[in-house]
Every structure is written in structure tokens, then in C-alpha cells.
């Protein structure tokens, strides 16, 4: 059964700072990765999607990464903004795709202005 | 185009009353999912529909619940008997046949008084 962690559980930056969240798992037979961002009160908006083929995904200022054989995604933010605090979450499927994502608790981040 | 849509947004019941939640799943998108958001849980899956069949009906908490979907469209969670444990989000997601992106839905908030 697939588990993930996510490290740190909170983190608060000052705004302009690149950053990295970590997430692991423990089934290196993985599908698919995907991050998302959670604001308050609000439903899940995904960011990026790491298919098991490859190694990173890049949309603007964000960058995932994926390595099956340490078990390690990490989803890097460059020049921070205020408006990047959310929770972040970062969720994997095993066996097909069409499985349920197993979602890790997620990193609390705050960008302070 | 339209996102994965969800219905109610929120919705307060008596303990011992039966509940209807719905989702409409993006256009065309094959695969549906139902989670559960709950304060000291996470994020937790609970099933998945292909096209209108879901094999694996084994993540849904207890005999009270069950999904059904249509058309290989709206599906419907249904909560028979409701207890003030099943008080959480319940979120919708939907995905397509080929990447497996899930695009989740505002969720609805369901409270058991």
C-alpha cells in the first residue's frame, strides 16, 4: 500500500526566496505524481503531473521532480510571492492510472511580504 | 471549458438522515473519483468509476455509503444513516483516459448535527 509523507508539515519563507517541499513514498512502482495547492476553504487546484517515465515537469516558476528508486518527489518554487501561500499537497497513483491518488498531509506555506 | 462541478456546497443534516451528494464530472472525461477531507484524516480516496462501473468499491468507509454514476457522467454519493463521524468535505475529481490528471471539484461540506 502506497504511503506518502510530506516534509516540512509548515514553512514560512520571506517573499522573493526560492524554496523546495519534499514528498516521498513508499511504492517505487508509482504511476503518476501530482502536486496541488490547496487555498482555505477551497477544493484542490493541481499543478504539475509527473508521469513514472519521466523526471520533471516545469510550469512557470514551478519545477517537480520524481525519482522512483530513492522514492522522492520534490516540488521547487523559484522567487516566491505572497500570493504562493497555500497548502501544498503532493499525491501519487499506483497500479493504472485510473487508480485513487494516496495523498500525503501537506506542507502549510506562508510567503511573508 | 467547464471544471468539475459539485452539489451542495454545503450541506447540514440530523444524525440518522440519509444524504445525496452529486458531482459533474469535467466533459469527456472518462474516470471519476470520490474523496473524503476530514480534519484529523487528510485526504482520504474512496472509490473510482470508469466509465459508469467501479471495480473497486473497497475504500468506502462502511455499508451506509454508496456511488453510483450515469451516462458515464453525474455521479452521486449517498450516505444512509448519517453519523456525526461522516462530517467532512467531500470532494469529486475527474480525469481523462490517457494522462490520468485529476481535476478535483470545490468539494462539499457536510455537516451531521
Known amino acids: 500500500k502506497q504511503e506518502v509523507t510530506q516534509i516540512p508539515a509548515a514553512l514560512s519563507v520571506p517573499e522573493g526566496e526560492n524554496l523546495v517541499l519534499n514528498c516521498s513514498f513508499t511504492?517505487?512502482?508509482?504511476?503518476?505524481l501530482q502536486w496541488f495547492r490547496q487555498d482555505p476553504g477551497k477544493g484542490l487546484t493541481s499543478l504539475l503531473l509527473?508521469?513514472?517515465?519521466?523526471r520533471e515537469q516545469t510550469s512557470g516558476r514551478l519545477n517537480a521532480s520524481l525519482d522512483k528508486s530513492s522514492g522522492r518527489s520534490t516540488l521547487y518554487i523559484a522567487a516566491s510571492q505572497p500570493g504562493d501561500s497555500a497548502t501544498y499537497l503532493c499525491?501519487?497513483?499506483?497500479?493504472?492510472?485510473?487508480?485513487?491518488?494516496?495523498f500525503g498531509k501537506g506542507t502549510h506555506l506562508i510567503i511573508q511580504p | 471549458g467547464a471544471g468539475v462541478s459539485q452539489s451542495p456546497s454545503n450541506k447540514v443534516t440530523e444524525k440518522g438522515k440519509d444524504v445525496e451528494l452529486r458531482c459533474d464530472p469535467i466533459s469527456g472525461h472518462t474516470a471519476l473519483y470520490w474523496y473524503r477531507q476530514s480534519l484529523g484524516q487528510g485526504l482520504e480516496f474512496l472509490i473510482y468509476?470508469?466509465?459508469?462501473?467501479?471495480?473497486?468499491k473497497s475504500g468506502l468507509p462502511s455499508d451506509r455509503f454508496s456511488a453510483e454514476r450515469t451516462g458515464g457522467s453525474v455521479s452521486t454519493l449517498t450516505i444512509q444513516r448519517t453519523q456525526q463521524e461522516d462530517s467532512a468535505v467531500y470532494l469529486c475529481?475527474?480525469?481523462?483516459?490517457?494522462?490520468?490528471?485529476?481535476?478535483f471539484g470545490p468539494g462539499t461540506r457536510l455537516t451531521v448535527t
Open positions: 499525491a501519487g497513483a499506483s497500479g493504472g492510472g485510473a487508480d485513487g491518488l494516496t
Open positions: 511504492d517505487s512502482a508509482i504511476y503518476n
Open positions: 468509476f470508469q466509465g459508469n462501473s467501479a471495480p473497486d
Open positions: 509527473i508521469q513514472s517515465s519521466q
Open positions: 475529481a475527474s480525469s481523462n483516459g490517457f494522462s490520468y490528471e485529476q481535476y
